[in-house]
């Protein structure tokens, strides 16, 4: 009949499954918890050894920007060279670039990732490690052919 629809005068029954299509069926049951998949791989942990390997001029490259600040202060009120600082290396600023490795480590080996904070970017630590490097050795090579402290 015209204005009618097609559909059957069936009632609906929540025991029985209803199609859903291309195989699966929907039932008004209680849900069965499932356990959640395996992952197929686990999750990197780097080990002691990997953080070294894989970071070492992030490592390397925060010891010389504190060592680089450090030692042309030091220089500048006692006038002694950087081989002569470092041959009298005090215990305090010892223990703030063991504090500074430690701290870098730590976060290394947990499988933090650099992001930038500002203008704190991995880009411009990078720089600024590489620079902090290559100064000291241009500056422990400076002070080797005059024999006298740069600063």
């Given at each position: 009949?015209?204005?009618?629809?097609?559909?059957?005068?069936?009632?609906?029954?929540?025991?029985?499954?209803?199609?859903?299509?291309?195989?699966?069926?929907?039932?008004?049951r209680a849900a069965v918890p499932v356990a959640a998949p395996r992952?197929?791989?686990?999750?990197?942990?780097?080990?002691?050894?990997?953080?070294?390997?894989?970071?070492?001029?992030?490592?390397?490259?925060?010891?010389?920007?504190?060592?680089?600040?450090?030692?042309?202060?030091?220089?500048?009120?006692?006038?002694?060279?950087?081989?002569?600082?470092?041959?009298?290396?005090p215990v305090d600023r010892a223990a703030l670039c063991a504090l500074?490795?430690?701290?870098?480590?730590?976060?290394?080996?947990?499988?933090?990732?650099?992001?930038?904070?500002?203008?704190?970017?991995?880009?411009?630590?990078?720089?600024?490690?590489?620079?902090?490097?290559?100064?000291?050795?241009?500056?422990?090579?400076?002070?080797?052919?005059?024999?006298?402290?740069?600063?």
């Amino acid at each position: 009949m015209p204005g009618q629809s097609s559909t059957s005068n069936t009632v609906f029954d929540p025991t029985v499954p209803q199609p859903l299509g291309a195989g699966v069926q929907v039932t008004r049951r209680a849900a069965v918890p499932v356990a959640a998949p395996r992952p197929l791989v686990k999750p990197y942990q780097p080990s002691l050894g990997d953080t070294f390997w894989f970071n070492i001029e992030t490592l390397a490259g925060r010891q010389a920007m504190i060592g680089f600040v450090l030692g042309a202060a030091a220089e500048a009120q006692t006038s002694l060279t950087f081989q002569q600082q470092a041959a009298a290396l005090p215990v305090d600023r010892a223990a703030l670039c063991a504090l500074v490795l430690v701290a870098s480590l730590v976060p290394i080996s947990k499988g933090a990732i650099s992001e930038p904070f500002g203008v704190f970017t991995p880009r411009a630590e990078r720089v600024n490690s590489r620079a902090a490097m290559l100064a000291i050795a241009v500056l422990v090579w400076a002070e080797n052919q005059t024999g006298v402290p740069f600063f």
